[in-house]
């Protein structure tokens, strides 16, 4: 299925603004196997972009999820890729069950209510700038606009298939990305920022674990050094895609469970999301499995990005990591990865941002862009907003100072 438009003319008086760059013409689709031929070379350098992880998208996305992948043109030339992803958090059970006060109570309601049918430009699965890549001959204010075009045809598709897109978003870019977006056609949306992308470095002079582990000053070693005692009779084993199928109920029981406890979430992973994972990326989908007496009590998986490691989902066994300090030792598990396989970072993502911290990675901010359809409501999105992504009080750590 796919759509070609040019909405130039069809919107001329509402959006007069573009008549100042003539946007670039797009083409959506929903299947890998119609992508144009010349999409993997234009998406190379983001994996999370590629045809290969758009198959994984295809096959097994969270149930309340459809995505969308546009093409930009210029003269039959394709010039740049794009992702876009629409969630019914209608369908959602739960939200999350952490956090069970007055104000979660509030934004579950707006979400039910004001707020359930989101588009996003971009990816909601991942944290980063994945939304779209670009040929270098490509004019980015032009990108931005007909991304902005692209967008309403979807509102039109999924308004077609009775889901009235509520809110369209565009989420996680740099401070200097998000100036692309400075323009007239974005004047209605409010200008967000949300919870830091957290990074780690790999210096280069490091070779082994233990130069990491002299480069923490004292306090920070002992912290490595104390997690990694309490993890004494854990294996931690390199799983195959054989072993992620035969184990596939319990690692989806443990992902759920550390899920369903955070405290917030807009989709949850299809039950075969890992092994559909494994077997089309290979070697590239890294998976690790944590045993105790030969009982998988946890795991964490990472994706090779070119010169980057992008953790992904994890899950484990609450009582068992909080005892044995599970998590924090798979944090230092996937420093030592990098370190081992010569990896320039190592992209933590956003949420606990404190004891990421405490390892060394480092808060990059990111920013994006919010508009509901309803104008009234869209008055009011800096309020709004507050409950849809509340803020995050944390203290940053140092370990190397």
């Not at 989420?171 to 007239?184: P, Y």
């Not at 309490?230 to 035969?246: F, P, T, W, Y």
């Amino acid at each position: 299925m796919l759509f070609r438009r040019d909405f130039f003319i069809l919107y001329f008086y509402r959006f007069r603004s573009l008549l100042l760059i003539t946007p670039y013409t797009f083409e959506i689709f929903s299947s890998a196997q119609n992508l144009p031929d010349a999409w993997d070379a234009l998406a190379r350098g983001n994996i999370f972009l590629s045809r290969k992880y758009i198959a994984v998208l295809e096959h097994s996305c969270p149930k309340n999820m459809q995505c969308r992948f546009i093409g930009l043109f210029e003269n039959n030339q394709l010039i740049g890729v794009a992702i876009a992803e629409f969630l019914d958090l209608n369908l959602l059970e739960s939200f999350g069950e952490r956090d069970q006060c007055l104000k979660t109570t509030v934004r579950n309601f707006v979400f039910r209510h004001f707020a359930s049918h989101v588009l996003f430009i971009g990816n909601n699965m991942l944290t980063g700038q994945h939304a779209f890549k670009l040929a270098s001959q490509a004019d980015s204010k032009r990108v931005t606009k007909t991304l902005y075009l692209a967008a309403e045809a979807l509102k039109i598709e999924f308004a077609q298939l009775g889901k009235k897109v509520h809110i369209v978003t565009y989420k996680d870019f740099d401070a200097k990305q998000i100036e692309l977006f400075d323009s007239e056609t974005f004047n209605g949306f409010y200008k967000f920022s949300t919870q830091p992308n957290m990074i780690f470095e790999v210096r280069e002079n490091w070779k082994t674990e233990e130069d990491y582990l002299a480069a923490l000053n004292k306090k920070y070693r002992d912290q490595y050094k104390r997690a990694r005692k309490k993890q004494n009779g854990i294996e931690k084993r390199r799983m195959s895609l054989d072993e992620v199928k035969a184990n596939e109920k319990k690692i989806y029981e443990l992902y759920f469970h550390v899920a369903k406890n955070a405290p917030f979430n807009t989709f949850f992973l299809a039950e075969k999301h890992f092994s559909t994972f494994k077997e089309i990326f290979g070697d590239d989908f890294l998976f690790y499995g944590y045993y105790l007496d030969e009982k998988l009590i946890g795991f964490n998986t990472m994706i090779v990005n070119g010169d980057s490691l992008d953790t992904y989902f994890l899950g484990y066994d609450d009582t068992v990591q909080r005892e044995k300090m599970l998590y924090l030792n798979m944090l230092y598990d996937m420093i030592a990865c990098a370190i081992h396989k010569d990896y320039r970072e190592v992209v933590f993502s956003r949420t606990a941002l404190e004891i990421k911290s405490s390892v060394g990675a480092v808060p990059i901010q990111t920013y994006g862009f919010i508009e509901h359809k309803n104008a009234l409501i869209n008055r009011c999105m800096s309020t709004l907003f507050g409950y849809l992504e509340p803020e995050v009080e944390w203290n940053p750590r140092n370990p190397f100072q």
